[in-house]
């Protein structure tokens, strides 16, 4: 079976991206299926960023970025929008968002790992809660959408999207493809140094507590106070900071 990362979805993903999920996870081994990768990237000359809901890693045949839009859907005019149980919302063209997905990850990919080359992909996008659907325009031809139908045979329905795309002439071994998933879904161990912790004791110890600096104001009309205390309990900062005050 495909490797799937996460290999559990959290409680709030949305429905029809668990019924793209459940679909994509009956795939064949060695495809890799990651669910919800971030990305940001210069956009229109401007930083921006987005999010893939699935991307697909196989060695011979290459990347598919899936984007996946739950409920009924219309288009008017252009403009997209979607119709679930909470009402109709305008929403961004999910091809769109696809193929910004597509290209801004292929870019980091090859950008963070120069040797792997030239990268096919391609990309869909899932209409899980549809049966079937009329054509979308030039820029989704039904060769690129997947519809509820189309989820019980994932397995075909992904062959047919790489054929579409082209993607059957790549090969790259099985430690380069886990390469490049490790970049999209990194496993990183970030501990702090001895250095950090001292260094925030030693603010901490430094710092004037309330009980602190309620004493230091009293002593503005004491010209002598004895200050007792057990060793660490502030006695040489309150010196130090009503010597400051006197100065």
């Known amino acids: 079976m495909a490797t799937v990362i996460p290999p559990s979805l959290p409680p709030d993903t949305p429905g029809s991206e668990r019924k793209v999920y459940a679909a994509l996870s009956r795939l064949p081994d060695p495809w890799y299926v990651l669910h919800s990768v971030a990305w940001q990237s210069v956009r229109d000359g401007r930083p921006g960023d987005g999010e893939a809901d699935f991307v697909l890693i196989h060695p011979s045949r290459g990347i598919l970025v899936i984007e996946v839009k739950g409920g009924g859907i219309r288009i008017e005019g252009g403009q997209w929008v979607t119709q679930g149980a909470d009402g109709a919302h305008p929403i961004k063209d999910p091809f769109e968002q696809a193929t910004s997905s597509k290209h801004a990850l292929i870019r980091y990919l090859r950008e963070n790992h120069p040797d792997i080359g030239m990268i096919p992909a391609g990309h869909a996008v899932a209409f899980p809660d549809l049966a079937?659907?009329?054509?979308?325009?030039?820029?989704?031809?039904?060769?690129?959408?997947?519809?509820?139908?189309?989820?019980?045979?994932?397995?075909?329905?992904?062959?047919?999207l790489g054929r579409h795309w082209d993607l059957s002439g790549w090969k790259v071994s099985e430690k380069e493809a886990k390469g490049l998933v490790a970049l999209l879904a990194p496993t990183t161990h970030v501990r702090r140094l001895l250095v950090d912790e001292v260094a925030e004791v030693n603010a901490r110890l430094m710092a004037l507590t309330d009980q602190q600096v309620a004493i230091l104001r009293a002593m503005r009309r004491i010209r002598r106070a004895i200050v007792e205390g057990g060793a660490g309990t502030g006695k040489t900062v309150l010196a130090t900071e009503r010597a400051r005050m006197l100065a």
């Open 132 to 160: 079937s659907i009329d054509r979308l325009g030039p820029a989704a031809p039904p060769a690129v959408v997947i519809t509820r139908s189309e989820l019980d045979d994932i397995e075909q329905t992904i062959e047919e």
